[in-house]
């Protein structure tokens, strides 16, 4: 071989592995970390227009990806919110929407959440060597069949470990006498108290008119009065039947510390991110957390901090806890090659309050409503972003419309995994989205669901620049209001003759109804709506509904308590931690 060809093949060679080793980094999947704020409205941040709360880390975050402006949650309220956004489908698909009135869960003892049988995005994860980790408020289910079979907990779900809050933030944790029930329905206990005396004496009217025993006495009278005293208890207890932290399987709290509670969920997610820094092995952590839902309770440093309030202080220990995590992972080897997703379950709960009647709700800036209000755009449009430096371009807005559950698809594609196939998944790959090598949603129409009716569609054509949306229902709201009286319920909801349009785009508040009648485009239009709503529905199979009242129901027997009859522990790893 001459002198000059050796050289070429060693150069040759150089080059190969070159190419093979830059390659093979820039190939790298990415890890994942989900941020879920909890009722966080779209006008909260200061980064969507917000002029007195300061979010300055949460901004920086949008500023340094993507700034979805139009990214939807699919529904209004947490429960169902969450299983799309963790399994890419609708909430009907897995049943997590009600056959009553109950929406979200309300009770760790109970049989309602999601089938272990759907396929979490963590589960996903997993598939492809990632390890999972939940931080945070889970809301889908701890039991399903018996006490402690756990088949609904986080870690039969995908997660690999888990701290946090296995129900949802309450009112009633803060220990300054809030109820959810009372707040929501002030004169519950007078009717109950009604019902209970009415009861008794009809059973001891009988007896005295002897058209009835002693023992059918007291059997009436027990009838009276166990579903009553089951009923106070239940609901005057939520602090300790409800306030309870995970260490994976293991009670470690109960009651729950609120204020401290932001802070432990930051150290957990570092500890993560440290471990993973140590493997080098890939990772989806999902910090869920409990902020910014009643009770708002933040740690001292936060107190008093914002000009509105406690809702402002838990914004901005929210906003502090995000810059915690961005700033070490920007420090790690791993951070550059992490994407990070930023978004809030459901809008800002606007008739949320404390007992003297003062705002314990965000806001959600131009839009239409809020939290529980089923399809109107303030329920369901959150404020979010997509941070992937060098990847995604930086500074970027993006107002074409999207879901939640399209994250699913594209951070299955992203990582390499296989999007299930065995079920429809209505997430769509919204990268090339986000990488601005596309400009238009990946999907022409949305679905927006109030528990199991739809009750808007919305449609991106696929030319021009409006997008519309179709109501064939609306809240009923309290005249001359965007409220209810503490939420709107899916049924009392006004069913529209004839449905109503409008033009997102540039009545982004819902507040300029187009009468569809008025002009054979805006019918035309409808019509193909109405028609896609119709394929749609059709596309539904029936299965086991997780959300009914039965399931819901407290059960006494399968209620978890970590030193029983006390129930009353505290996490030995946060003695020092206020
Ligand atoms: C900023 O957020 C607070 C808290 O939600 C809210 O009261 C205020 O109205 C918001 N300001 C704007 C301009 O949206």
């Not at 808007?456 to 620049?465: E, L, T």
């Amino acid at each position: 071989m001459a002198p000059g060809t050796k050289h070429c093949v060693v150069l040759l060679l150089c080059f190969v592995v070159c190419v093979v080793l830059t390659t093979g980094t820039a190939d790298k999947p990415p890890n994942i970390i989900i941020m879920l704020a909890d009722d966080l409205g779209f006008g909260d941040l200061s980064g969507f227009g917000n002029t007195t709360l300061p979010t300055p880390h949460i901004d920086k975050l949008m500023k340094e990806g993507v700034k979805l402006t139009h990214h939807l949650a699919a529904a209004s309220v947490c429960t169902p919110s969450r299983a799309a956004l963790l399994t890419g489908r609708y909430p009907i698909r897995s049943g997590m929407v009600p056959a009553g009135r109950m929406r979200v869960n309300i009770f760790v003892a109970n049989r309602a959440g999601m089938l272990p049988n759907e396929t979490t995005l963590a589960e996903v994860a997993k598939s492809v060597g990632y390890k999972t980790a939940l931080v945070g408020k889970w809301h889908l289910g701890l039991s399903k069949d018996t006490f402690e079979d756990h088949q609904m907990h986080p870690m039969n779900q995908g997660f690999d470990q888990y701290y946090g809050h296995i129900l949802t933030n309450m009112k009633d944790f803060s220990e300054d006498g809030e109820r959810v029930l009372t707040s929501q329905r002030p004169r519950i206990y007078y009717s109950l108290g009604s019902i209970v005396s009415v009861g008794i004496l009809l059973f001891v009217w009988l007896y005295k008119k002897q058209y009835i025993g002693k023992v059918p006495l007291v059997i009436g009278v027990f009838l009276v009065l166990a579903p009553a005293v089951y009923f106070v208890f239940a609901f005057n207890m939520l602090r300790i039947l409800n306030g309870i932290v995970f260490r994976n399987y293991e009670i470690v709290e109960q009651p729950i510390k609120l204020e401290s509670l932001m802070k432990r969920y930051v150290q957990e997610g570092m500890e993560f991110l440290e471990a993973r820094e140590k493997d080098k092995e890939p990772f989806l952590l999902v910090l869920s957390w409990d902020h910014v839902h009643t009770a708002m309770r933040t740690s001292k440093e936060f107190k008093g901090r914002s000009k509105h309030g406690r809702y402002g202080d838990s914004v901005m220990e929210l906003d502090w806890g995000t810059g915690e995590i961005m700033n070490r992972i920007k420090q790690m080897n791993i951070g550059k090659n992490t994407l990070v997703y930023f978004t809030s379950d459901n809008g800002a709960h606007l008739e949320e309050s404390d007992m003297h009647g003062n705002s314990d709700g965000g806001s959600n800036g131009i839009l239409k409503g809020g939290k529980a209000h089923g399809a109107v755009d303030g329920g369901i449009r959150v404020p979010s972003s997509v941070w992937y430096p060098g990847k995604i371009p930086a500074n970027i807005v993006i107002d074409e419309p999207t879901m939640q559950m399209d994250m699913f698809t594209t951070i299955t594609k992203l990582i390499g995994a296989d999007v299930p196939r065995d079920r429809s998944i209505d997430g769509r790959d919204m990268y090339p989205l986000l990488e601005g090598k596309k400009l238009i949603s990946p999907h022409e129409f949305f679905f927006h669901y109030c528990g199991p009716t739809v009750q808007a569609v919305r449609y991106r054509p696929r030319s021009g620049s409006t997008v519309w949306k179709l109501a064939y229902e609306e809240p009923d709201y309290l005249p001359g209001t965007q409220r209810c009286l503490f939420a709107c319920n899916c049924e009392d909801a006004i069913k529209f003759e004839q449905p109503i349009l409008y033009d997102i785009t540039s009545d982004p508040g819902e507040s300029k109804p187009i009468d569809i009648s008025s002009d054979k485009k805006y019918k035309d239009l409808a019509e193909l709506m109405i028609k896609a709503t119709e394929e749609h529905k059709a596309s539904i199979v029936p299965v086991d509904c997780r959300l009914t009242f039965f399931k819901i129901l407290w059960r006494p027997h399968m209620q978890p308590c970590c030193n029983f009859p006390y129930c009353s522990c505290s996490d030995h790893k946060y003695k020092h931690i206020e």
